[in-house]
């Protein structure tokens, strides 16, 4: 798992440098080309420390914690919100800024909410499989973390922390039905806010439906993605090469990173990023197959979900299968603090793993739930590993 995302940092390092350097010399803006690259490999220095924080720091110490974690989080998503206290920029609030430095409350949110969940879901077995005893409470506390985002608005992390900590209750023990009224209910409500209140989200629907509309325009930015794909061929035109990059495709270090990766390495370079992301899922899914107990099993699970939807996510905006989100691609693209919370919650996940087949010592049982074995709506089998329910 460690060896998948050092090499993925590598690729990232080589390919903001390769995307920005040209566009950074000829802006008139920035005169030093080694901006972002000198910008990244602080970030990826203070990532690589809270990965190895983190890596230190024994895991049911979160699960103690954990609602001084929400409550905490609750708090910053509201505190980026107050004019004066939050920054705005390009018509969002989402930030905090400190000089040239930015923070993003929500990305903290995305990895606070996963280790909240993960306790939530894993201190009460029955509670969780009870619609009103531990079901909607869930969602009543999952819709304090995205009110304050949808307000921001980022509709994009919205979804995807919405479709993360679901999964991760389906894994824990809630029942599938439970879903259906969220669905009714959430249908209807996210197609009203769309058509009243998001238009810039309303094109982007339209631009995916109808990407030739405007191509100069809202379509431009995904036209040029694709051209740099198709311009890759198999092998790329060269590492550096790209033309794309010029000025034609924006966003090109941070969330079209992928589409710059296409075109000077090919379907070669592409597929060499794949095969790392799927080297890392399945590295992660032994750790969170033999996990030590419930806790550890959810949050687990829940990051390195949360890992592969991200890019999964980005690659499928980049490759127009799905509408542009604001999305980045994990390790790879420019970023700041999620970077920095990724890396943190790949130690979370390391440290799981250096603790795997450890029991649960008489005594810590309202510290920390039971083993992995009594999820009771997993039963075990093959040598004690278990299965999520349904198979």
């Known amino acids: 798992m460690l060896f998948a995302v050092g090499v993925l940092l590598a690729v990232g390092i080589i390919m903001v440098y390769s995307a920005s350097y040209l566009s950074c010399e000829r802006s008139g803006r920035i005169a030093n080309g080694f901006h972002y690259l000198q910008r990244q490999l602080l970030w990826v220095a203070i990532g690589l420390g809270a990965l190895a924080t983190t890596m230190h720091i024994d895991y049911r110490l ?3 914690f954990r609602w001084y974690l929400f409550t905490a989080t609750v708090l910053l998503l509201g505190a980026v919100l107050v004019p004066g206290i939050g920054h705005e920029e390009n018509g969002a609030r989402r930030w905090f800024r400190l000089g040239s430095i930015g923070f993003q409350p929500s990305e903290l949110a995305k990895l606070t909410s996963i280790l909240f969940f993960a306790g939530y879901a894993a201190c009460d ?3 969780i499989r009870s619609f009103f005893g531990g079901f909607l409470p869930g969602l009543i506390l999952l ?5 304050p985002i949808v307000a921001e608005p980022d509709l994009g992390t919205t979804a995807f922390l919405g479709a993360v900590v679901c999964a991760m209750l389906v894994v824990g023990g809630a029942r599938l039905w439970h879903f259906v009224p969220l669905g009714l209910l959430a249908a209807p409500a996210a197609a009203w806010l769309l058509y009243h209140k998001f238009e810039h989200a309303r094109d982007r629907i339209f631009t995916f439906l109808h990407p030739d509309a405007d191509p100069l325009g809202k379509g431009h930015q995904i036209k040029q993605a694709l051209i740099a794909i198709c311009a890759g061929g198999d092998y790329g035109v060269g590492l550096g090469m790209s033309r794309q990059k010029l000025f034609f495709l924006p966003e090109r270090h941070t969330d079209f990173i992928f589409a710059v990766i296409g075109e000077e390495n090919g379907l070669a370079g592409t597929m060499l990023v794949l095969a790392l992301f799927l080297t890392l899922l399945l590295a992660g899914r032994a750790i969170w197959r033999n996990a030590p107990d419930r ?4 949050a687990a ?3 390195l979900f949360a890992v592969g939807l991200q890019a999964a996510m980005n690659i499928a905006v980049v490759t127009a299968c799905m509408p542009t989100k604001g999305i980045s691609l994990p390790f790879v693209s420019y970023g700041g603090s999620g970077l ?4 943190a919650a790949i130690g979370i996940v390391a440290n799981i793993a250096t603790q795997s087949g450890e029991t649960v010592e008489e005594g810590e049982g309202e510290a920390l739930p039971a083993s992995a074995e009594e999820l009771s709506h997993c039963p075990t089998d093959r040598g004690g590993r278990w299965t999520v329910a349904g198979g």
Request: positive net charge; aromatic residues 22%; glycine residues 14%.
């Open 340 to 343: 920095v919370f990724s890396l």
């Open 295 to 298: 806790f550890s099993v959810l």
């Open 125 to 127: 077995t029955q509670r």
């Open 301 to 303: 699970f829940g990051i």
């Open 143 to 147: 819709g304090l973390v995205l009110g």
């Open 62 to 64: 979160w699960y103690r």
